[in-house]
């Protein structure tokens, strides 16, 4: 078990000039030992580079990986000693599921007695004991897939866990049985846990800190909440939360802020000031005020979606260049208003952000 | 109910008319010939299975029967291995792995009878490189005068042919394994060994499997590359199934012997094609039983 810190910027090309050369921008982050993160971002994002320089299946091309301090930049994933689980099933296929599971001890000469315990443990762990003799190969996808998982955990002295979307091929139903299972060993075994996914409930159900990742960059590290409350990056906004967060275009007017045509009062008085800048609330927040109150905007409804446990309204707020959407998720328990009513939305108070260039400044 | 229609057979006689005549019908000709005694093209006897049995008791050719199966277990311990470790050290990509492929190709390139005069003149003594060098390094080597040289020049030819064949068939056979085979093998800490046991391999059942196949029927079918290099000879120590055969049948015009012993040729390649095969699809692939899980 290690405290990882990474300082480092990755480039998949020889000599990288601009920042669309780079596979990971440059960036500086901590896993404190035991911890649960999980790397969330869309395809493409830089994620699973993130993920193989702290493992060590990549060399990032500046900077440094080190655990509780010593430098492993140059070391393999063997002496790092991380156990990293992939997205796709890898079963030693002329093996046993028995033989599969002790691999990774066997390649470390532990002993034979200590290994048939800890197979034995593990497979219990993953329901899989009287599935020890047969060949891994014949299995069906989940199986291998819970196989490379056992092998991921089987070492009870790993630096860390390292996952990169390890459910993907697996049920939904058996999917939400591992996750909870995965949890589970990581309170019983303190291990350090990074888990790479670009399912957003996947992140916030499994990992205390979640980095949001985008384009190589990442944008923002917290906890379920603080991404949920506070995002720092307009794209977190985005990204998490079904559906994202409105944003609106915003400018100050010295003494207010005018958004949609309508001048409210400036939450701090920085805004009030600034020419351009963005207001972003989230649909849970929004909610139907009444005419002329304070923080809301007049509004038409544009569309409206029974989602099952709540609606969803989208209305038109502003019009001509100042149009913009907001969308508002409402209790089954309130009145409802129609497609083409015209209602008041509330949207600035104590759970409103503002950003300016896409970052949170208020 | 569902509709049965017998109209459909009528859809593959195509395929049953070719069959016929590209396989079926000259197969029955040969059936026809192996069970009759042909003394002019006028002059038939019904023998029945007469030449089956004489052909059986023949010692040249239970001679080039054991000589064709030895040829052909040596070509395969030799190439496969051979072919496999090639593959291994091939370069996976670049400018490198496309030179590599075309060279290691070249000699699948040369018809079957330009090889047996290659080596032909290679193994001469007097202007040959191979048989200068031997001679010169103090080698009483002599592939038309000894039977083990003749023997082993032969085999060293069809290694040099065939070889490259058993390397392509793996090489894409190891390009065709994710990465993350290799990924999760350096996290397991695997060494290059395991790697090469427990991945490389088992991967590669498939290709070795075509591979095998191919080299094993080849070489027992072998004909054009001894025959031009050795002739047979020295005495009949190269002469193998299908070069007894064709003296029988061509040198000889004994057409009922000869066919006889091509039917009894044609079921032992079935046969062992068809062990080969089973043994390989199941080699590694049971599950283990009892207990114990070590």
Redesign the interface.
């Known amino acids: 078990m290690a405290r990882i810190s990474l300082d480092l910027a990755h480039s998949y090309r020889p000599n990288p000039q601009r920042d669309e050369d780079f596979a990971l921008l440059p960036l500086k982050m901590t896993f404190e030992d035991g911890g649960a993160y999980a790397l969330l971002g869309p395809s493409g994002c830089g994620k699973t580079t993130l993920l193989n320089t702290v493992s060590g299946l990549v060399t990032p091309s500046q900077g440094s990986v080190s655990y509780d301090g010593r430098d492993v930049t140059g070391l393999t994933p063997q002496q790092r000693n991380i156990a990293q689980v992939f997205q796709f099933p890898v079963i030693y296929d002329t093996m046993t599921v028995a033989e599969n599971l002790a691999f990774p001890l066997r390649n470390r000469g532990v002993s034979p007695d200590r290994i048939k315990q800890r197979v034995g443990q593990i497979a219990e762990m993953l329901e899989m004991s009287d599935q020890l003799n047969m060949r891994a190969a014949g299995l069906a996808a989940d199986a291998k897939q819970k196989i490379s998982l056992g092998r991921g955990l089987v070492r009870e002295d790993v630096s860390a866990v390292l996952f990169d979307e390890p459910l993907t091929v697996i049920d939904p139903h058996l999917k939400w049985q591992l996750r909870r299972k995965l949890k589970q060993i990581h309170h019983e075994l303190k291990l350090t846990l990074i888990y790479v996914t670009h399912d957003q409930v996947e992140a916030l159900t499994f990992a205390d800190e979640i980095v949001v990742m985008t384009r190589g960059r990442a944008v923002q590290i917290g906890s379920a909440s603080d991404l949920f409350e506070r995002p720092r990056h307009t794209f977190v906004g985005n990204f998490i939360g079904s559906p994202g967060m409105n944003f609106l275009p915003a400018r100050g007017t010295g003494t207010g802020i005018e958004i949609a045509g309508r001048t409210l009062a400036a939450p701090t008085p920085e805004l009030a000031g600034l020419a351009e800048f963005t207001l972003g609330v989230r649909p849970e927040y929004v909610e139907l005020a009444a005419e002329n109150a304070p923080g809301a905007v007049p509004a038409v409804v544009t569309q409206v979606q029974d989602i099952g446990t709540y609606w969803l309204i989208t209305a038109q707020a502003g019009s001509g260049a100042n149009a913009s959407a907001i969308r508002a998720r409402l209790s089954p328990d309130e009145r409802i208003p129609a497609v083409g009513a015209h209602v008041w939305l509330s949207i600035v108070d104590t759970h409103t952000c503002f950003y300016l260039n896409e970052e949170l400044i208020a | 109910m569902k509709p049965v229609n017998q109209k459909a057979w009528l859809l593959i006689l195509p395929v049953i008319l070719c069959v016929a005549f590209s396989a079926i019908v000259p197969l029955m000709t040969v059936v026809n010939y192996s069970v009759q005694d042909i003394i002019s093209p006028e002059r038939r006897v019904f023998v029945g299975t007469e030449w089956f049995k004489w052909v059986m008791r023949d010692e040249d050719l239970q001679g080039a029967l054991l000589r064709q199966i030895g040829f052909s277990l040596s070509v395969l311990i030799v190439e496969i291995p051979l072919g496999i470790a090639l593959a291994l050290s091939m370069p996976a990509k670049g400018w490198r792995s496309s030179a590599v492929l075309v060279t290691v190709a070249i000699s699948l390139l040369i018809p079957w009878n330009v090889v047996g005069t290659i080596w032909q003149i290679y193994g001469r003594t007097d202007i040959g490189l191979l048989g200068a060098t031997l001679a010169g390094l103090g080698f009483d080597y002599n592939y038309t005068g000894h039977s083990l040289d003749a023997w082993l020049t032969v085999l060293a030819m069809d290694v040099w042919h065939w070889t490259p064949l058993v390397a392509l068939l793996c090489y894409a056979g190891l390009r065709a394994i ?1 990465d ?2 290799y ?2 093998a ?6 290059k060994f ?1 790697v090469f046991r ?2 490389q391999l ?2 590669l059942r498939g290709v070795l499997m075509i591979a095998v196949l191919l080299r094993f029927m080849d070489s027992f079918m072998i004909y054009t590359e001894p025959f031009v290099l050795t002739g047979g000879g020295p005495g009949n120590s190269t002469t193998f199934l299908s070069q007894y055969l064709t003296q029988k049948a061509v040198g000889q015009f004994d057409l009922g012997p000869a066919a006889a012993f091509s039917l009894i040729y044609f079921l032992i390649i079935l046969l062992l094609c068809f062990v080969l095969y089973n043994w390989m699809q199941r080699v ?8 114990g ?2």
Do not use: L
């Not at chain 2, 049971?286 to 207990?291: E, I, R, T």
């Open positions: 994710p993350a085979y990924q999760a350096r996290i397991d800490g695997a060494s395991a427990f991945i088992p991967k590694g692939t049971q599950d283990k039983s009892g207990a899980h070590e």
